[in-house]
């Protein structure tokens, strides 16, 4: 695999909610990227900070030649880059990766899209490709509280949608669970399932969609490389305990039952 890297510029860096960044970025790189669920693996502008932080493309623009990233910041790194400014440079190796599998959704078919916090970013690239598909969306979206929810008015343009919070400031009381719960009586079966969000949540969708054949987990792990030659970011096969995966690049999506979670 030819290495994909570039200094991308950024266009703009938005704060959407407390801690939580919207930054767009620019350059040929972009081309290359076409998959909901792939991630950019981005250098940190520090000297002392060595690992690439791995951050979901939350949208492609082909028309504008940008990408858009969504991020909370969590440590060092992510701190360092809510910091920049439009015009400076980010070091990006990506599009890496297996994305969401869009193959068995076509018009008018019913897909689940269903995420948690920080999770939610990459599934708002997920829903436009689907909705460009004419699939009926369903989204249902778990955040800590109103606060630190976004792109609710984003969503809504692509399908209907579902929001719960765990403090009960906003939408539903509780968790992600109730909403599937709900939709399970509410809608027709899923042709397709598409998660991602903090282990809890994938471990709720795993147990309702773990016969179904398109339901997707979007998983995280801790990296380096990012490009499958570290073995820094396995987790194990749930079908043979004598085989690891590679969140990186056999993941960060698996289909339900494939890895343990
Ligand atoms: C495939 C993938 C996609 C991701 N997409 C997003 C996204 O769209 N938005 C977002 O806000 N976050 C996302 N994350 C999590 C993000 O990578 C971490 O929050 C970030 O690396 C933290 O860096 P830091 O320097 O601020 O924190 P620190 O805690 O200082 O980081 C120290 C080290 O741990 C690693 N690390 C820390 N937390 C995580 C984590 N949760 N997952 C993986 N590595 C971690 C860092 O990369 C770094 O190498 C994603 C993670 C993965 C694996
Ligand atoms: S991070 Fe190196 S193999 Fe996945």
Do not use: W
């Not at 008018?108 to 689907?130: A, K, N, S």
Request: glycine share 10%; hydrophobic share 40%.
């Amino acid at each position: 695999m030819a290495l994909k890297q570039e200094l991308m510029t950024i266009v703009s860096q938005k704060n959407i909610a407390p801690s939580i960044y919207e930054l767009v970025l620019t350059g040929e790189l972009v081309n290359e990227m076409h998959t909901p669920g792939q991630f950019l693996h981005i250098r940190v502008p520090r000297e002392d900070l060595l690992l690439r932080r791995p951050i979901s493309l939350a949208e492609i623009n082909h028309d504008a030649g940008t990408c858009t990233i969504i991020y909370r910041v969590e440590g060092d790194g992510t701190a360092c880059f809510s910091q920049m400014a439009s015009g400076e440079q980010l070091d990006v190796m990506g599009p890496l990766g297996n994305g969401f599998d869009l193959d068995a959704v076509s018009a008018g078919d019913t897909v689940f899209i269903i995420g948690g916090g920080i999770g939610v970013p990459p599934l708002y690239e997920l829903g436009r490709q689907l909705k460009e598909k004419q699939a009926q969306l369903v989204f249902m979206l778990g955040f800590a509280s109103k606060e630190v929810s976004f792109y609710e008015d984003k969503f809504k343009e692509l399908g209907n949608v579902f929001i719960s919070t765990d403090d009960g400031s906003y939408g539903t009381h509780g968790h992600v669970g109730v909403l599937m719960a709900q939709a399970a009586v509410d809608y027709q079966e899923p042709t397709a399932v598409y998660a991602c969000g903090a282990t809890g949540l994938l471990r709720a969708v795993e147990a309702r969609y773990l016969e179904h054949p398109h339901a997707y987990l979007s998983l995280e792990a801790r990296m380096a490389c990012g490009m499958g030659a570290c073995y820094a970011c396995i987790c194990q096969s749930a079908t043979d305990e004598t085989k690891n995966k590679k969140v990186c690049d056999e993941g960060p999506v698996f289909k339900t039952g494939e890895v343990i979670i």
